[in-house]
């Protein structure tokens, strides 16, 4: 496959591509960060709190098949070794055992934050190479993680 195969210009979308598998880096570390804060959940929030780091692990593993079947769609091979995700990251692991609850929420919403930035990055990047596909879903997953960062940071009782 190659992207003039679904009419883009392969020079135009290689930083689409290299922005994505960055991004499929941090949505690595992210996804078992969220696995970590569902494990280690204890205290009086264990219940809301379990169930929700449970949906949001569920929806980014969805969420790194997207971005990896993108990465083929656009004709290269997605990354595949933690080795690299850990490399490439800018969202860095954390020990889940024994984290306060709010601690963990702060956790998410940094990681949260840096996605946005990443995805927000990807919408410019999709923009100037044509490719509408990307920028579609990469729009879709912002908007879940800014409608997830108001909940935590309203169940966590911050502006």
Not at 38 to 52: A, M
């Amino acid at each position: 496959m190659d992207a003039k195969e679904i009419s883009l210009n392969e020079k135009e979308v290689k930083p689409v591509v290299d922005l994505l598998n960055d991004y499929l880096a941090n949505y690595h570390i992210h996804y078992q960060k969220l696995r970590g804060c569902h494990w280690n959940i204890k205290g009086q929030n264990f219940f809301t709190l379990h169930v929700k780091f449970e949906e949001l692990y569920t929806n980014a593993q969805l969420t790194i098949d997207e971005i990896a079947e993108r990465v083929l769609t656009l004709g290269k091979a997605p990354h595949s070794r933690f080795a690299d995700y850990i490399k490439e990251s800018k969202i860095k692991e954390i020990d889940t055992i024994g984290l306060k609850d709010l601690d963990m929420v702060d956790a998410i919403l940094d990681d949260m934050a840096n996605l946005i930035e990443l995805e927000r990055e990807l919408l410019e990047a999709t923009d100037e190479a044509g490719d509408d596909g990307s920028n579609d879903m990469v729009n879709r997953f912002m908007q879940f993680k800014e409608k997830n960062t108001w909940m935590l940071r309203s169940f966590a009782g911050k502006k």
